[in-house]
């Protein structure tokens, strides 16, 4: 399966919360990849695809925070209209629900992945598995 | 198991004997405090009674109750019913407000009150070959020095930690190898977070046998947490300082309630609102009287604790009546809604829902809006938020069913909620009406 790991990171909703959570990633040299916020009013959760997701997820523990490794899919996007749309509505016609979603943009202009979080990792995949489309590797943007 | 008792004769006295000697010590002691402390004689007379009107046990209900407000009267000495050249210690409890409740015991009331202790440990299983970390506050609070006496009592080693520097109490614990602590319920959920997040194994690194947790209210579910986190058994004790302090009620291993040494204590449960007993097993407040005091007896004392009696024998053999853990003071209930509400019952059902941490915070704010602050369990959070939102309806629904009032719930990072080290402060009330 080309699942690809996405940390996820339980935060109240308040001043500088996602100032001290960047600030854990830059102190280490860890680049962000991609990322997302979902917040429901007095909480939320911040998604972040990164180059070092072990490295990461560690300095995030030992650091207090509540954190947690989420496997997602990868889809490689095409950058033209319609791009976007075309692998949504291929998700939702195999009936997949998106739980949550970012984009990594791996090349300017030229490559971008949608990365995508569902309830059940294993269906998801047996149904796009073998769909004409390319799936971002662990391997394509792990560093560590 | 084996069954060990400190003072077998005592502990296992007929409930007939008990009665007798409750009576003899009753009668003498209302006569006592008559003759020597004009205070109660006032009260005596303004209630309409003599000593020799205690014809029988039952008679005690018509002797005025003593309260806090009565410790105040002719301050500090007041009432001392012998000469202060008889007393060799003094214990404070602070009120919220003004002067602190003075208490004053005699050498013999000292020893009597470590011979409770001492009764008490045994029945937990402790001998003198085991270590007690004692970490309650040395000083005017009596906590920690009569505990301290009746360790010494019973033969075991004490360690005189006093509270606070977790560091510093986990590096006793194994430099010493301490088998028993004493300290409030939560400030050992604290410690026991404290020693995991070092990794520390329990049994392996740390030869904790047992702990005595009172000094504040806290649920089963909390006992329960303590020792899976642990590896030990709790044994819930309660005290006061009006009564002497720890080792007032001490839970056996039945663990089944807190027995009150009846010899040294006459025990009653009124109804708070009017003063009168209370059906068997009904809910009120516990009302002690001092029966071996010797320097300041009180009579009928008004605890504000809030328990009830369990009245079916108890397996440990002991015939000395049990109450319930403390389940509120009558002083902590507050009103939402026009519904009272006290803090124990919020725990009790925040302990019981998985995903929830330690700590919790009552906040009371705006027009009677009720706020309750979860810190969620590191553990739980898989990185989805759907599972957050579930969990924070769950709380809310059940808190609504058992308070009967819907409170706002959110949710908030582990270690975020202030942990004191001492009596927990969980409620705050901002409400200006």
Known sequence: ?144 | MEKRYFNPKIELISKEELRALQFKKLKRLLNKVYKKVPHYRKKFEEAGVKPSDLKTLEDIRHFPFTTKEDLFVDYPFGLLSEPLEKVVRLHTSSGTTGKPKALFFSKKDVMAQAELIARSLVMSGATSKDILQNSMTYGLFTGALVMHYGAELLGMLVIPAGPGNTERQIELMRTFGTTCIHMTPSYALYVASVIQEKGLKPGVDLKLKRAYLGAEPYTEETRRKIEEMLKIEVFNCYGLSEMGGPGVGFECPAKKGLHIWEDAFLVEIVNPENGEPVKPGEIGELVLTSLNREAMPLIRYRTRDLTHFILEPCSCGRTHVRIARILGRADDMFIVRGVNIFPQQIEAVLMGIKGVAQNYQIILEGYDEMIVKVEIDRDFFDGRIERLLKLKEEITEKLRQAIQVRPKVELVEPGTLPVSEGKAKRVIDKRTL
């Open chain 1, 1 to 144: 399966m080309e699942a690809v790991p996405v940390l996820s990171i339980f935060a109240e909703n308040k001043p500088g919360k996602l100032e001290k959570i960047t600030e854990v990633l830059a102190s280490e040299g860890i680049n962000i990849l991609g990322f997302s916020i979902i917040s429901v009013k007095d909480f939320g959760v911040i998604k972040f695809l990164v180059d070092k997701p072990e490295k990461a997820y560690q300095k995030f523990k030992e650091k207090g925070f509540t954190v947690a490794k989420i496997l997602c899919l990868g889809v490689e996007l095409e950058d033209r209209p319609g791009g976007l749309y075309e692998i949504v509505k291929l998700i939702s016609s195999k009936g997949i629900n998106i739980e949550s979603a970012l984009v990594y943009v791996a090349e300017t202009r030229k490559k971008a992945y949608f990365v995508f979080e569902v309830e059940n990792l294993e269906e998801a995949w047996q149904k796009l598995k073998n769909e004409k489309v390319n799936f971002l590797k662990a391997s394509d943007f792990i560093n560590e």
